[in-house]
């Protein structure tokens, strides 16, 4: 496999809506689309960024160098070649490896493609050709939580991830509304690191009584002991969404967590992701790609993500993020629960060159 280029399109979209959560507020659709040719085809990519696209593509520019115009034997290859660059300058988190998870993807788009398989048919012999998928995310500040609900319902979702993170009163009393909404549907609660350890373990006994699926992110990422705290808190804990490559090690190996919830345009990439999904497996820990405000791109690598392995459910944005709805049109709608794989080849989605153009920082 040839690597012959990489470019990088650092995309901001204003959101209409007001997205205020326990840590942070959206004012922004933002992300790096990433496009790699190899062996003659175009793939795409996508590096997360919630902070600075411009910055992010400037890294997915400066690893581009180290491997473009070269001959890898795959794309693991070129993945270890720019992995060990990094290592050696102790650039293995952050938006290096963001940058590095978008190329990583386009590379796998054009594998997939070169070898006429579907981006999930390279890991899996059987994958599954739908796959569950709940409605993310719900937030008090978009509106009336009601109307939100109702709009997860008949989109087809088999529940739903509510914002939370403003103190445990309020957490329960927004949780409690929509389980009075939809007393059947799954329901995950995410606060982002709003809490400590001792907030967090107030808030799981707020909570005790609502059948929550899981807590996500109920302390900082990288509060390991918070996490070990809450192992027995009775209320499932997810996390995972900010854990680089190695981050994962320790989470999976003392089960910290109930559910893993990489997300595949900051982990690493597809080889990451795949790899936490089979860990998690072997380990007892559900598994559940995480999607958040990101683009089509990682909806689809996601969801070939969760069909080749066992998942328990796709965050699935039912609400109007122009980076999912108006990118590409190769992605089904959610229909009983569950959403088709994307067809064709590689990732399996046209993307749309005059939205990328129309949205590109300069």
């Known amino acids: 496999m040839k690597v012959e280029s990489v470019q ?32 003659g085809i175009e793939g795409w990519g996508e590096a997360m960024t919630r902070f600075d696209p411009v910055s992010t593509a400037t890294m997915v520019r400066h690893i581009a ?4 115009g070269r001959d890898f034997g795959d794309v693991k290859s ?54 569950p998928v ?29 914002k939370i993170g403003f103190g445990a009163d309020r957490d329960r009393r927004i949780l409690a509304g929509v389980r009075r909404q939809w007393a059947d549907g799954m329901l995950v609660a995410d606060a982002n690191g709003a809490y400590d350890a001792a907030g ?20 900082l990422s990288d509060d390991f002991e918070g996490y070990a705290s809450l192992k027995d808190s009775g209320v499932k804990i997810g996390g995972g969404e ?10 999976l190996e003392e089960k910290l967590v109930a559910v893993i919830e990489p997300s ?6 597809v080889g990451v992701e795949m790899e936490v999904a089979r860990r998690a497996a072997s380990k007892g820990v559900s598994f559940s790609p995480m999607t958040g405000m990101n ?52 990732l399996g989605i046209d993307v749309d060159a005059r939205f990328v153009k129309t949205h590109s920082l300069r």
């Not at 680089?244 to 989470?251: M, S």
Request: hydrophobic letters at 40%; proline letters at 5%; a positive charge.
């Open 8 to 39: 990088a399109f650092p995309i901001s979209i204003k959101a209409q809506e007001k997205l205020r959560g326990g840590t942070f507020s959206y004012s922004h659709y933002q992300t790096v689309l990433v496009k790699a040719v190899a062996d």
């Open 65 to 68: 160098k180290r491997i473009a």
């Open 78 to 131: 070129a993945w270890d070649q720019a992995w060990h660059e990094l290592r050696v300058r102790g650039h293995t988190r952050g938006i290096d490896v963001e940058a590095l998870s978008g190329i990583e993807i386009a590379l796998y788009d054009c594998r997939g493609k070169a070898m006429r398989k579907p981006l999930n048919r390279l890991f899996s012999r059987s994958p599954k050709g739908r796959v």
């Open 134 to 162: 709940f409605a993310g995310s719900l937030f008090e500040s978009r509106g009336p939580l009601a109307e939100q609900v109702r709009l997860a319902k008949d989109s087809g979702m088999i529940g739903a991830k509510v």
């Open 200 to 219: 967090a373990a107030k808030a799981c006994s707020a909570f005790s009584d609502l059948g929550l699926a899981w807590f996500e992110e109920p302390v």
């Open 242 to 251: 900010s854990w680089f490559v190695g981050d994962f090690d320790a989470p």
């Open 264 to 269: 595949v345009s900051r982990c690493g990439g």
């Open 295 to 346: 683009s089509a791109v990682s909806l689809a690598a996601s969801l070939h993500a969760a069909s080749a392995n066992s998942s328990v459910g796709v965050e699935y944005n039912p609400f109007a993020n122009p980076l999912q709805t108006e990118l590409t049109d190769s992605i089904g709608e959610p229909k009983d629960g569950t959403v088709g794989v994307p067809g064709g080849y590689g």
